[in-house]
């Protein structure tokens, strides 16, 4: 029962699996830059923002902006509107990315300085599933705030012990955030987002996933920064039954600080999700939480990093892939079983958006039992 999952190079792909599409790419992402909110109230945000690790840049009753202690101007923004909602990604595009091919090609829009919460300047456009995408050059960077130092290269192990006559004594305190590492986005219409956002952002897919069809249904796609690596995961695009935002996750400086986050987060009364676990596709040790109006955000340390040649591997969708070790994934990352999902699904398959096949390989990848010994 306790095996690792298959998984295959894409030169030497099964013949029954399907590769991913690359399209030809309009320019190249260099970093995942900020994620945008809307939200009914401000404050419950702001205090989950800095109970989790973010460092609040400026709170006014409109707009709240958060930054990491990295050199990102910027990681999160929450305006104030009518309803609470993801608003939509924003990248960084490198230098020779030429900003007017989106607006000439693909009907984006410049956005006016007012709304870019750091300078820089940037276009708006919108994906498959009409989420807004942002587009950004010449944001600043700004100076790091001040970190302890890292545990880990004191770690004592059974083969090296570089700590002697000195403990780990770490303070009790919110994670600190460092960066805004990568967003998950749910859609119907995997193919078609994949292709897109490839395209858009000139990604590189390191995991595709597949169903038992072998048509791919997941990937994780990181940035092209040529020969300087680049985590193994910077958007992962999920095929499912709706579209929506998974999860956004943030560095921390490690595991210490992901751990003392979580004591942090538990004694201000948070709703924790999962955690702490390793992930199995990006290695990174995990741990994932709700904001206070339900939206997941993850902490991570020690990820996967990989330059622009490595290949891309392939390897069959299954629920407990998710993870290498830790708790089991809660319930909540499936589709709730009630009558408003079966009422979607039956909507989805009258529009042909889904077919009935299709839906039925889902299920069988995501209601196989992870672990059985559990
Ligand atoms: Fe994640």
Known sequence: MLRQPESYLESRLPADVQRLPRPPALGRAIELAFLRWEKRRLAPTERFWRDFGF????????RLVARGAGTAPCIAIAEVASQDRFTGPAFLMSADTELHRYVEQMGACWLPHDRLPVGGRGVELFDPSGRSVWLLQDQQPVEPLLLREAVTPSTNTAQHT???????????EPARVVRLGHVVLQTVDFARMAEWYLRVLGLIPTDVQYLADGSPSLAFCRLDLRDRPADHHTLVIVGGIEEKYEHGAYEVLDLDALGQGQQVLRAQGHRHMWGIGRHLLGSQLFDYWFDPDGFEYEHYTDGDLFTADFETAYSPLEFGGIWAWGDDAPASMKPKKSLRTLLRLLRLIRRKEITPQRLKLMSAALDAPARPWL
Request: net charge positive; glycine share 0%; no cysteine.
């Open 162 to 172: 570089p700590r002697v006559n000195r403990t780990v004594r770490t303070p009790i």
């Open 55 to 62: 460092h609040i840049v400026s709170a006014t009753p409109q």
